[in-house]
């Protein structure tokens, strides 16, 4: 747990805390957290806000976070 600032948009976050993937995005209920770490295909992981995950594509890369 902790706060970071976005990487795609850069607000400050609060962290829910360990790594998640797209795939299971959609279930959660807002009150643990206003981000999550994602990891990307290309291997590097970053720590997005729901607005940002929700504005990747499927199988985003570090090129679509320089477009948030
Ligand atoms: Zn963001």
Do not use: K, Q
Not at 29 to 46: C, I, K, N, Q, R
Request: proline share 6%; hydrophobic share 30%; glycine share 14%.
């Amino acid at each position: 747990m902790g706060r970071s600032t976005c990487d795609g948009c850069g607000r400050p976050v609060s962290i829910a805390g360990g790594i998640a993937n797209l795939w299971t995005f959609g279930d959660r209920d807002g009150s643990d957290g206003s981000a999550m770490t994602l990891e990307f295909e290309d291997g590097s992981s970053h720590l997005l806000c729901y607005p940002c995950i929700e504005a990747l594509p499927e199988n985003p890369t570090a090129a679509d976070l320089e477009e948030l």
